[in-house]
């Protein structure tokens, strides 16, 4: 299984970036997913995670109502919808994979990773 994740960048506070993230190598049905971030200095941190059918999701607080994640199983692809960005949104993106089960905020239970991508805010 293979994960790669796209859609960084440079915007400013209170813009919008869509993060993009490919699945291949095996059942993207059977697998949910989840977007977690790292600061410099910082631990990684749990940002959204989707279940398998795309009907339930979670958030962290510090992105709720701002961030949307969601998922298209006929095209093996995740995003992350990110809206009214601000400067401690600034870290590393990454996505991944946890096959079966539902692992939802705990980062040891997903079993694939991208390589993550870039997402810079200014003030």
């Known amino acids: 299984v293979q994960l790669q994740a796209c859609g960084g960048g440079l915007v400013q506070a209170g813009g919008s970036l869509r993060l993009a993230c490919s699945f291949s190598?095996?059942?993207?049905?059977?697998?949910?997913v989840g977007w977690f971030r790292q600061a410099p200095g910082k631990e990684r941190e749990f940002v959204a995670a989707i279940d398998r059918s795309g009907v339930i999701s979670d958030y962290a607080d510090s992105v709720k109502g701002r961030f949307i994640i969601s998922r298209d199983n006929a095209k093996n692809a995740i995003s992350l919808q990110m809206n009214s960005l601000k400067p401690e949104d600034t870290a590393v993106y990454y996505c991944?994979?946890?096959?079966?089960?539902?692992?939802?905020?705990?980062?040891?239970?997903?079993?694939?990773w991208g390589q993550g991508t870039q997402v810079t805010v200014s003030s």
């Open positions: 991944a994979a946890n096959y079966l089960g539902f692992a939802g905020r705990i980062a040891d239970r997903y079993d694939y």
């Open positions: 190598g095996g059942p993207f049905s059977k697998y949910t």
